[in-house]
């Protein structure tokens, strides 16, 4: 008897995937080198302004160029994975490709450093997108939040605690090539780690309609096209969630946080380097309350709980970083104090967010999702975001740009996510009418 053959009832209960907790453990180890390798030059920045000789604007193209370049590279990745493996890609792209990291360290100008950078930048594109993807299929829809929430969360934990100490860099002569050194090189054990142990659990496997059907019938819908791509841009709740990402100023904080504080209020880059602490607790704290929040909402309000709270999400950020940012407190303490509250209403985003992109597209597409999500709108907003602000802010003042970007666009974004009530239920439940007839279809033919 085959397994398809086994169960002619779909399960009821939370799918439970074999080992999904450890196997995210491993993921999320991935995603924390990554984005650990991609803070350190906007963290370190004040050190390679001096070392280099370059200006505030050069930060914005740094951050700009590797936002674009995963722009293309991200969805090639996401394709490269449907042709070869997810397993491989990530190996490849997020964890051997640290070598560029390594190579980044030796740079002897701004141009050699925006070139290296730039193309290590082009294999972490992968990261997000395929990542996302295996947590889709890794964790029901019920649990999903959790997880999201979790791995976010850790990465942005461990990165509190490591921000500090890359801000002590600056006592190291040319400390921030160091930094690229030994992170690039610890990406490179990582990759090896992933090609050891991680263990692909197949595109759909967390889904009730088609847990119990084999791995063949779940992936035969699987082939990415570039009809089935472009049928993402025909779901409405999945366009305003991308026009939202493009209104999201709050992306500036990872980026000039620590140069604000720098040249807005006169800290010193070591002083200014602690606030990555709390505010990395304070993210942390926010994907755990946002995954708790997303799940519970979800139960109570399947058709307008989760649109809920990604807009109040925006909301109570703006009215916190408007506080945390336009008046000078003297003290790093309280500039601590409204950092971490701006990571906590921050860090709820991808704890409802992702599980929402997830909702709306079949296991198939969620890739292809998150490639547009994150490595092409998000990337769109970060380098339009970094750019402004770098020459905006040799122009007008960090201060200013803080004020449009993370106070008052964020408003704007708050009142734009009112339109996702209207469509979100209904695509939802679109996709759950195609995955049970995926289901009964491949149950039919087997009888």
């Known amino acids: 008897m085959t397994e398809l053959s086994q169960s002619t009832v779909m399960p009821t209960t939370e799918v ?5 907790w450890r196997q995210l453990s491993l993921l999320g180890g991935t995603m924390l080198v990554d984005s650990t390798e991609a803070s350190l030059v906007s963290s370190l920045f004040p050190l390679i302004r001096q070392s280099l000789g370059v ?19 991200g969805p090639f990745w996401v394709w490269a994975a449907q042709r070869w493996s997810r397993k491989s890609v990530l190996v490849v792209a997020t964890g051997l490709w640290g070598v560029w990291g390594v190579a980044a360290g030796f740079s002897q100008n701004f141009a050699q450093l925006l070139v290296l950078y730039t193309v290590l930048a082009a294999g972490y594109a992968a990261a997000h997108p395929i990542i996302t993807e295996l947590i889709g299929d890794l964790f029901g829809g019920s649990t999903r939040g959790r997880a999201v929430g979790v791995v976010y969360g850790a990465v942005s934990l461990v990165s509190a605690v490591i921000g500090p100490l890359k801000g002590q860099l600056a006592g190291v002569d040319e400390g921030w090539r160091w930094g690229l050194w030994g992170i690039g090189a610890f990406n490179i054990v990582l990759g090896i780690a992933l090609w050891i142990w991680f263990r692909d659990p197949g595109r759909g ?6 847990a119990d059907l084999d791995r063949a019938t779940r992936d035969a819908h699987s082939k990415l096209t570039w009809h089935k791509a472009l049928s ?29 504080l720098v040249d807005v209020y006169g800290f010193s880059t070591q002083k200014a380097a602690i606030v990555l602490l709390p505010f990395g607790i304070g993210y942390f704290l926010g994907t755990l309350l946002g995954g708790v929040l997303a799940d519970w909402a979800t139960r109570r309000s399947p058709r307008h709980g989760l649109v809920a709270v990604l807009q109040a999400a925006q909301i109570v950020f703006a009215l916190v970083a408007f506080f945390g940012t336009q008046f000078d407190y003297g003290s790093i303490g309280l500039f601590g104090l409204f950092f971490a509250l701006m990571g906590a209403t ?3 985003n991808p704890s409802v967010n992702r599980p929402m992109v997830m909702a709306i597209t079949p296991p198939e597409l969620r890739g292809a999702a998150f490639a547009l999500y994150v490595s092409i709108f998000e990337a769109i907003a970060w380098a339009a975001f970094s750019l402004g602000a770098g020459f905006l802010g040799d122009a007008l003042g960090l201060r200013t740009v803080f004020l449009w970007a993370l106070v008052i666009l964020m408003l704007i974004n708050g009142a734009f996510l009112t339109l996702l009530y209207l469509p979100y239920a209904d695509d939802v439940a679109r996709v759950q009418r195609e995955l049970q007839a995926r289901r009964d279809q491949a149950l039919g033919r087997s009888t």
């Open 55 to 73: 200006s505030l604007g050069a930060l914005g193209v740094l951050t700009a160029s590797g936002k674009i370049v995963g722009a293309f590279t």
């Open 232 to 260: 993402l841009l025909k779901i409405r709740s999945l366009v305003l969630l991308l026009v939202s990402r493009l209104l999201s100023g709050h992306l500036l904080v990872g980026t000039f946080g620590v140069v604000f």
């Open 346 to 348: 921050q860090g709820v």
């Open 205 to 210: 496997a967390a889904e009730r309609q088609l």
């Open 16 to 20: 439970q995937v074999k080992g999904r």
